[in-house]
């Protein structure tokens, strides 16, 4: 969501506050604002719209600085404008960025009026710059300040303060949104996630939950939630700086939907070898946390809940252990039964989804056997928090429309499936024969996107529809599901899905010649159940489209478009396989919209607010 950069230097830093927001632009926003201490004063701009909207404003009212904090805001608190945008200040030079939600801030906006404190937002962010300066009146020292004020916040929040009273450092605390420093030689920096900083350094802290922070120039001083110092490890970023270039694509989107086989193939590498997986990827205690469970509980948001949705068909169906799966926004609010011995599993491109986040904390003390996080970030919270983790290696997503980040998730649960069935039933054979179906992934998703040239002419029947109807059965439920979110979320067009089966039971009624009907049909047990839920759609008339095994007998007809898959591809692999076109769909139709693939309206990359 919201984007944070921050640095400390013996050099003008706009620039490297501009660089760092432009590298946090794909967790979506709707303004960007930044402020620096300039010869000992405060200098603040803020734009609505894109970081080139700053940048033209720079360039109109040039500013300099070697402290400076700047900001990239997705509502929350107030309608998108100039007033809302971040920084925000207070009396006296104080200048604030702030990520998360403050949800006491009604009475804290009360009690500051009371006091004579005069707002210019609707932010709930004002609040906290307001509230510092107030407990600088009684102790006049920066750091201690935004202690006291952090203390009596209810919610989450990442802050970075400076004030032109104490120009010599910047002030950083954290409570449930990420927040990571970035350490140089002589100049030290702040940001919200790692890829802000890539440029300028790859060595970086990372603030744990209750942490506030005093960065300078030559030093970071961290306290931890007692108010005690606490040491936080620095370390290496893998990431490189020219990982979010679209290099020769028209948008990271498409870029990402192509980097699938190699994303895929990295996920798998040195775990799987000579037919077998090495458990040990997951964590050193992983044999013997297997060995154990009885039970699975997946949470996850968005897309990562598809995912969850297809491997627990996976889980019950291979490993004949039962398997739950929750939406983490649902699942810490309904107080779940846990079965003995169930491994708590969390799902998250970021690692630091909010609610996602909650669920794991709220499952940690709620006697799960274990907790293991499938995460593609591993700086995030959620890998910190986790006792057994699988990272996904999909390197950095940059569209806001997951493509990369969903199939890697699928291939980790998969490599989960492999782990389990091991001590539940397996046998080595069993273990081969689905680790061989995991190496052929790959070359499959290859053949897979080599439909492109023939869906981007698909793609032109959907210019004048406002409505699409995604059908599937058994594990390819979930990706009409995922299918129909790439639809909705990049080109705007209302888009449901349902299971095959469920037609009948009200969605028919729906069914027209103006509302296409997409299906996917790899050659497995559930193929004649689906072939007959088609023909009730085409009994009233409604346009179907049908993504297809070639030896599944669908052969193309009046108002039937049958488009070949790849051939061969098995149960354990389909999910994947058929994500593919229904990923290059959702893009094409957008393209033919004329909407903002990369960064579509509304919506953000990183949802750290619940």
Same mark, same amino acid.
Request: glycine share 8%; aromatic share 6%; with cysteine.
């Given at each position: 969501?919201?984007?944070i950069v921050?640095?400390i230097a013996?050099r003008?830093?706009?620039?490297?506050l501009?660089e760092g927001?432009? !590298?946090l632009?794909?967790?979506?926003y709707?303004?960007?604002?930044l *402020?620096? +201490?300039d010869t000992g004063?405060?200098? !603040?701009l803020?734009t609505? /719209?894109?970081?080139?909207k700053?940048?033209?404003?720079?360039r109109?009212?040039?500013?300099?600085?070697?402290?400076?904090i700047?900001h990239?805001?997705w509502?929350?608190h107030?309608v998108?404008s100039?007033r809302?945008?971040?920084?925000?200040?207070?009396?006296e030079?104080l200048a604030?960025v702030h990520?998360?939600?403050i949800?006491n801030?009604?009475?804290?906006r009360?009690?500051?009026?009371g006091?004579?404190?005069?707002?210019?937002?609707?932010?709930d962010?004002?609040v906290?710059?307001h509230?510092?300066?107030?407990?600088?009146?009684s102790e006049?020292?920066l750091?201690k300040?935004?202690?006291?004020?952090v203390?009596?916040?209810?919610?989450?929040y990442a802050?970075a303060v400076i004030?032109?009273?104490?120009p010599?450092r910047?002030?950083?605390?954290?409570?449930?949104?990420?927040?990571? +420093?970035g350490?140089?030689v002589?100049?030290?920096f702040?940001?919200?996630?790692?890829?802000?900083?890539?440029?300028?350094?790859?060595?970086?802290?990372?603030?744990?939950e209750?942490?506030v922070?005093?960065i300078?120039?030559?030093?970071?001083?961290?306290v931890?939630?007692?108010?005690?110092?606490?040491e936080?490890p620095a370390?290496?970023s893998?990431?490189s700086?020219d990982a979010a270039?679209?290099g020769p694509?028209r948008?990271?989107m498409l870029k990402?939907?192509?980097?699938q086989p190699r994303?895929i193939?990295?996920?798998l *590498?040195?775990?799987?070898?000579q037919g !077998?997986?090495?458990?040990?990827?997951?964590?050193?205690a992983?044999?013997?946390?297997f060995?154990?469970?009885?039970a699975?509980h997946?949470?996850a948001?968005?897309t990562s809940?598809?995912?969850?949705?297809?491997a627990?068909y996976?889980?019950?169906q291979i490993c004949r252990i039962p398997?739950?799966?929750d939406?983490?926004?649902?699942?810490?609010?309904?107080?779940p039964?846990v079965p003995?011995?169930?491994?708590?599993v969390?799902?998250s491109q970021? /690692?630091?989804?909010?609610?996602?986040?909650?669920a794991?904390?709220?499952?940690k003390q709620?006697?799960?056997l274990s907790t293991?996080a499938?995460c593609?970030?591993p700086?995030s919270?959620?890998v910190?928090?986790?006792e057994?983790?699988?990272?996904?290696?999909?390197?950095?997503?940059? /569209?806001?429309?997951?493509t990369k980040a969903?199939t890697?998730?699928?291939? *980790?649960?998969?490599?989960?499936?492999?782990?389990l069935?091991r001590h539940?039933?397996g046998?080595?054979e069993?273990?081969?024969g689905?680790?061989?179906?995991? +190496?052929?992934?790959?070359?499959? +998703?290859e053949?897979?996107?080599?439909?492109d040239p023939?869906?981007h002419?698909l793609a032109?029947?959907f210019?004048?529809?406002?409505h699409t109807?995604f059908?599937g059965?058994?594990?390819l439920?979930p990706?009409?599901?995922?299918?129909?979110?790439?639809?909705k979320?990049?080109?705007?067009?209302h888009?449901e899905s349902?299971p095959?089966?469920?037609?009948k039971?009200g969605p028919?009624?729906l069914v027209?010649?103006d509302?296409?009907?997409i299906?996917?049909?790899p050659?497995?047990?559930l193929?004649?159940?689906?072939?007959?839920n088609l023909?009730e759609?085409r009994?009233r008339?409604?346009e179907l489209?049908?993504f297809?095994?070639?030896e599944s007998?669908?052969?193309p007809?009046?108002?039937?478009t049958v488009i070949?898959?790849?051939?061969h591809v098995?149960?354990f692999q389909a999910?994947a396989?058929?994500t593919?076109?229904l990923?290059l769909?959702?893009?094409h139709?957008?393209?033919?919209?004329?909407?903002?693939?990369?960064?579509p309206?509304?919506?953000?990359k990183?949802?750290t607010?619940?």
């Open positions: 969501m919201c984007g921050g640095a013996e003008n830093i706009v620039p490297v501009i927001l432009r !590298r632009e794909y967790r979506g709707d303004s960007a604002g *402020a620096v +201490i004063k405060l200098a !603040r803020r609505v /719209g894109k970081v080139k700053l940048e033209e404003a720079l109109a009212t040039p500013v300099a600085g070697a402290a400076g700047a990239t805001r509502a929350t107030g998108p100039e809302n945008a971040h920084p925000h200040v207070s009396l030079g604030i990520n998360g939600i949800e801030h009604e009475a804290l009360a009690d500051l009026e006091r004579g404190y005069q707002f210019t937002s609707e932010t962010t004002e906290v710059a509230r510092i300066h107030f407990h600088l009146q006049p020292d750091f300040a935004v202690r006291a004020t203390t009596e916040l209810h919610g989450a802050l004030s032109e009273q104490d010599d910047i002030v950083v605390a954290r409570q449930g949104c990420p927040v990571v +420093i350490l140089g002589a100049e030290n702040v940001a919200s996630d790692v890829a802000a900083l890539l440029p300028v350094t790859r060595r970086f802290m990372f603030l744990e209750g942490d922070a005093e300078r120039r030559q030093s970071v001083h961290i931890g939630p007692d108010g005690e110092a606490v936080r370390r290496e893998e990431l700086a270039d679209k694509f948008h990271f990402e939907i192509h980097e994303a193939a990295e996920t *590498a040195e775990r799987v070898a !077998r997986l090495l458990e040990a990827a997951f964590g050193p992983a044999t013997a946390v060995k154990r469970t009885a699975v997946i949470v948001c968005g809940y598809h995912a969850a949705t297809v627990r996976f889980i019950e398997c739950a799966v939406i983490a926004s649902e699942y810490r609010y309904r107080n039964l003995s011995d169930s491994l708590f969390t799902i970021s /690692g630091e989804t909010a609610d996602t986040l909650a794991l904390r709220l499952a709620s006697g799960y293991l499938i593609n970030v700086e919270s959620l910190r928090e986790s057994l983790v699988m990272l996904t290696r999909a390197g950095p997503e940059i /569209g806001v429309a997951s969903f890697t998730q699928l291939t *980790a649960l998969a490599m989960l499936t492999v782990a069935a539940h039933g046998d080595p069993r273990e081969q689905l680790v061989t179906r995991l +190496i052929e992934l790959p070359g499959l +998703i053949k897979a996107l080599t439909l023939v869906i002419r032109e029947r210019a004048d529809k406002h109807l059908l059965r058994g594990a439920y990706i009409a599901m995922e299918g129909a979110l790439k639809l979320e990049i080109s705007y067009i888009a349902y095959a089966g469920e037609l039971h028919l009624a027209d010649a509302m296409p009907v299906a996917v049909a050659n497995n047990d193929l004649e159940k689906l072939k007959s023909m759609v009994a008339g409604g489209i049908v297809a095994d070639p007998g669908l052969q007809s009046d108002g039937v070949e898959m790849p051939k098995t149960y999910p396989v058929y593919i076109p990923q769909l959702a893009y139709v957008a393209i033919l919209k004329g909407t903002d693939v990369d960064q309206r509304n919506l953000a990183s949802v607010v619940e």
